[in-house]
């Protein structure tokens, strides 16, 4: 079942979400927080497709700066904004695309 990618989708979103919340508890610095975000979603989308990863990167985004740069849950769509919003999604895609690559090499390696 978690090979479906709407599950990964979905368990992708949730770990992002549980990233938040223990950086608040922890009380990580914006940067620090937005680090591990981009770091999970990546590594959250590894094998998903482009689109799925995208749509994580941009779910990430969201969260983010819903929750860390402004105050529940408000999106903004100011330059910094929308910056970050390309970085998210282009950040997401080449960790997801490194993890996945890293994972498909450990395989052939330890099979071969």
Not at 16 to 28: D, E, P, S, T
Not at 84 to 98: C, D, S
């Amino acid at each position: 079942m978690v090979a479906e990618p709407g599950v990964r989708f979905g368990i992708a979103n949730g770990l992002i979400l549980g990233v938040l919340c223990v950086a608040a508890v922890a009380h990580l610095t914006g940067a620090q927080t937005e680090f591990l975000t981009v770091l999970v979603a990546g590594l959250a989308c590894c094998g998903l497709s482009r689109l799925h990863t995208a749509g994580v990167g941009v779910a990430a985004w969201a969260m983010f700066t819903g929750f860390v740069v402004n105050r529940y849950g408000v999106l903004t769509l100011g330059h910094q904004d929308l910056l970050r919003l390309a970085a998210f999604a282009l950040v997401t895609g080449a960790v997801a695309f490194a993890g996945h690559r890293i994972h498909a090499a450990a395989r052939v390696n330890a099979h071969g």
